[in-house]
């Protein structure tokens, strides 16, 4: 019983030790993983990107995995000036690949060394970069064009100097550079981008005073010229209504002067016609001159020989 006891123990042990070798022996490289095998600490053989199960010697060999893909580089805010002499803090990020894993290892040793690595290579070519050219080429990356010409244009010549390199190739400039520190580290910097650029405090209230007084000045000067073309447009309004009002008038009058012609030629008709006629175009001509004349309030001295009288008398 004692001997089979033992036996059973010696064989748990023996499948115990076998499943740890078994273990050691053998890793796994995912789709998203590389593998550099050391051995007492130093790299053997070449860099294992293939996915799937590998082995290795056990207890000696250990497997070190580093990422496949496309990973982060997030700067810090720094104070930098520029050639103009502007300070500005600049707010960067980047997008790097381990190259060569072997190299990377060699170098680097892990990713936490490949940030530290990267932080003293793309700092300071943001520092070269941006010490070596004006604010305007690291905030925009082509040349403005006026919306319009003349006097407009000359208050916006500040906005609208012209740039020679420019945001976008600035930051090419700046990744290619840190490429060229970066290549014997077994790493690749794919991507270089400012994330955000911006006057220190200290200057940022003066700047934006100015921007505004600039615009400002820009409107105003819209403004008067509009006032100057509304006026412009109202004088030209009142000529025309002017000769219009004119010709109606003149117009009118002829129409009215054609009128009392012809109505002065048939009242002479009636009045040649007859002593009756004559009599009632005297009764009606008396009677449009006592409209004309007379209200409630006009008080007249009559001839008894007057036209006017005989009529008045006529309506006692």
Do not use: C
């Amino acid at each position: 019983m004692m001997k089979n006891k033992n036996r059973y123990i010696l064989l748990g042990i023996v499948v115990v030790l076998l499943f740890i070798t078994l273990v050691q022996a053998t890793y796994s490289v995912g789709e998203r993983q590389q593998v550099i095998i050391t051995q007492f600490g130093k790299p053997i053989g070449h860099a294992i990107t293939e996915a799937g199960l590998h082995f290795k010697t056990p207890f000696i060999q250990t497997a070190n995995f580093f990422d496949k893909r496309y990973m982060e580089w997030d700067g810090d805010p720094n104070q930098v000036p520029t050639k103009d002499k502007k300070f500005i803090f600049v707010d960067s990020y980047a997008r790097w690949r381990i190259s060569d894993p072997l190299q990377f290892f060699k170098r680097l040793t892990n990713e936490r060394g490949a940030q530290s690595r990267l932080d003293d290579i793309l700092d300071g070519e943001t520092r070269d970069f941006i010490a070596n050219n004006n604010l305007e080429e690291t905030v925009r990356s082509s040349n403005r064009i006026p919306m319009q010409a003349g006097e407009i244009s000359e208050l916006l010549s500040d906005s609208l100097s012209k740039i020679k390199v420019g945001r976008k190739e600035i930051q090419e400039m700046i990744r290619k550079a840190a490429n060229d520190q970066a290549k014997d580290l077994g790493i690749e910097i794919l991507d270089f981008r400012f994330k955000r650029i911006n006057y220190v405090k200290e200057v940022r209230k003066q700047v934006y005073e100015r921007m505004k007084s600039e615009r400002y000045r820009i409107a105003d000067k819209f403004k008067s010229e509009g006032q100057g073309e509304a006026s412009r447009i109202n004088g030209e309004k009142e000529r025309e209504l002017l000769t219009i009002q004119s010709e109606a008038f003149k117009q009118a009058e002829k129409i009215k002067g054609k009128a009392d012609a012809q109505a002065a030629a048939v009242y002479a008709a009636a009045y040649n016609k007859s002593a009756q006629s004559r009599d009632l175009y005297g009764f009606l001509k008396s009677m449009e001159v006592y409209k004309n004349t007379f209200d409630s309030n006009t008080s007249v001295i009559l001839s008894t020989n007057s036209d006017l009288y005989k009529y008045l008398n006529k309506m006692k």
